[in-house]
């Protein structure tokens, strides 16, 4: 597959590394040689040193003959003609980074296919998403649906309280279990564990589940005493935070904190929520803190443009006895430090954008596909098609690749958990975990 980026931004340079790992035909256009230079030098890629909207250096660059072209440049006006261009020469399909939501309303939708743009990325939506999720279930560091909640994924710090560690996984994660451990973090290390692991106290664990074993899995992790979120404070009122107050669910009530007047009065305007108060002042001051009641608060949310802001915000916060954290970082260095200082749901803008737009590329029938930053993995779901290799034989006798394992399937709109017995059968929504592994290498036996 031919794949134009256009733009080496954040998340243009986070695409072209994930990309890279996958042995396409790769060029990374930007007019910012420093840029290019930086990624080309530790990946395998072409780059084109040029404005992005330049005609004659998409005709260079071969564009006519491009399976995917990517626009994720800063400037969405930008992203936009690129890929108007783009789709004009010839590219089979574009797609374009924006900023603001107007072009994502489904009323625009027919005008933007005729634009010639097939997928429009708007990262403060999927972060709000991601926030939302967090939210729902505070005992949850990060929570993956998929097929709507038919199979569950929940990456779980474990504690004290965990009524599971130190026992060989096999004694615990049978064919009859309904859950499975697909990997464990444990400090710097990603394990995708055997029957002989166990679970220590302080890793964070990634279970396979069906929806109504969830508060099984909250049984045996030791966190039933964790309240449900009710009372939401949000530090910052950018695009993320707009997103994220107005997806609000119902039962929930939320404190949005800015410091700039001015912005605090537009928000009044734009976010029309009754479960959503303004407060104009500084999320980190403490004693504005405790007059707002964070004393009542069950989750504290840190959305500035800084991520050194964000994090001590929220170990601010989880001091004052907020459980629930979530902080935006953006830098991969500052979500390690969020890690090991316990914040407890990272959220990285351009992680998540880089993660919808890579399932574009993937030639199996792929649903979803997620980056596990704090993992270094990508989740996905394969629909396994009739006569591929992964229907012909026994989960156990597929000789899968280490660091791939299959955590669950989709059959119909019945979820079930994978064991080593398991036969896959065509039309099986799969969900594959892999760690370090070229997801070429899993996508082969689902074709």
């Not at 080496?8 to 910012?32: E, M, P």
């Not at 040689?33 to 780059?47: F, P, Q, W």
């Not at 995708?192 to 899995?217: C, H, Q, S, V």
């Not at 004693?287 to 601010?316: H, K, M, P, R, W």
Request: overall charge negative.
């Amino acid at each position: 597959m031919k794949i134009i980026i256009a733009g080496a931004s954040a998340i243009g340079s986070h695409l072209a590394r994930l990309l890279s790992r996958s042995n396409q035909d790769i060029i990374l256009i930007d007019d910012n040689a420093e840029k290019l230079n930086a990624i080309s030098s530790d990946y395998d890629l072409m780059t084109l040193r040029a404005a992005p909207n330049d005609i004659m250096a998409l005709k260079d660059a071969g564009v006519e003959d491009t399976d995917l072209f990517i626009a994720v440049t800063r400037d969405e006006n930008i992203n936009i003609n690129c890929c108007v261009i783009a789709h004009a020469m010839g590219a089979r399909k574009t797609v374009a980074q924006i900023d603001h939501y107007d072009y994502i309303r489904p009323e625009y939708e027919a005008i933007i296919h005729k634009m010639g743009i097939d997928t429009l990325i708007y990262p403060e939506m999927l972060a709000a998403r991601d926030i939302i999720n967090g939210l729902k279930m505070s005992w949850v560091r990060q929570r993956w649906d998929v097929l709507s909640g038919t199979l569950v994924m929940l990456g779980i710090k474990l504690r004290e309280s965990c009524e599971i560690l130190n026992q060989p996984l096999k004694h615990l994660c049978g064919p009859k279990d309904p859950y499975h451990i697909v990997a464990i973090k444990r400090g710097e290390e990603t394990i995708i564990p055997g029957g002989d692991d166990e679970l220590m106290i302080y890793d964070i664990a990634y279970f396979m589940t069906m929806k109504n074993y969830i508060p099984f899995i909250r049984k045996i992790v030791g966190k039933e005493h964790y309240v449900d979120v009710k009372n939401v404070m949000i530090m910052g009122g950018g695009k993320t935070a707009v997103r994220a107050a107005l997806t609000l669910p119902e039962y929930m009530n939320a404190k949005l904190i800015e410091i700039d007047e001015h912005r605090c009065e537009y928000l009044n305007e734009v976010i029309d929520n009754d479960h959503v108060m303004m407060i104009n002042g500084d999320g980190r001051d403490q004693s504005l803190l405790i007059d707002e009641n964070i004393g009542n608060t069950q989750a504290f949310v840190a959305l500035t443009g800084n991520a050194e802001t964000n994090i001590l915000a929220c170990l601010t916060a989880k001091r004052m006895g907020v459980r629930k954290t979530i902080a935006m970082v953006e830098s991969t260095n500052y979500a390690n430090m969020a890690e090991s200082l316990d914040i407890g749901t990272i959220i990285n803008k351009k992680v998540l954008a880089a993660g919808n737009i890579y399932q574009m590329m993937l030639d199996a029938d792929v649903q979803n596909i997620r980056f596990l930053m704090s993992v270094n993995a990508d989740v996905a779901e394969f629909t396994a098609q009739r006569g591929s290799k992964v229907t012909r034989k026994k989960v156990a006798e597929l000789g899968l690749p280490r660091g791939i394992t299959i955590g669950g399937l989709v059959r119909g709109k019945t979820g079930m958990l994978v064991s080593g017995g398991t036969q896959i059968e065509a039309g099986d929504n799969v969900v594959v975990f892999c760690h370090n592994v070229n997801m070429k290498n899993i996508e082969k036996f689902f074709t």
